[in-house]
């Protein structure tokens, strides 16, 4: 019987810091993937609303400023702003 640590204890602390670790990783990530997703959330919504200001003196059109619309050009861009309108005038 030494003072020594036992190798079940070693593996359990490499193990801990193993997964401690990982899970940092995983959430940095996602947190700069939130972060991105808000920003191109806000940008959307300001290129909404200068659309709606155009759109709506020249042409009478308008498309609604909503999460889910700010969202959608957001994240997709112009291709998502085509797809509002497109969807606006079907509907």
Same mark, same amino acid.
Request: hydrophobic residues 65%.
């Given at each position: ?22 899970? =940092? ?18 940008? =959307? ?10 759109? =709506? ?22 291709? =998502? ?11």
């Amino acid at each position: 019987m030494g003072i020594g640590i036992e190798l079940n204890v070693i593996l359990a602390y490499v193990f801990g810091l193993v997964l401690l670790y990982l899970l =940092g990783w995983v959430f940095i990530i996602s947190t700069k993937l939130l972060i991105k997703l808000i920003i191109n959330s806000v940008l =959307g919504v300001i290129f909404l609303i200068v659309f709606n200001l155009i759109a =709506g003196t020249f042409f009478d059109f308008s498309i609604g400023v909503n999460p889910l619309s700010a969202l959608t050009v957001g994240f997709l861009g112009v291709p =998502g702003m085509l797809l509002l309108i497109v969807l606006k005038l079907i509907l």
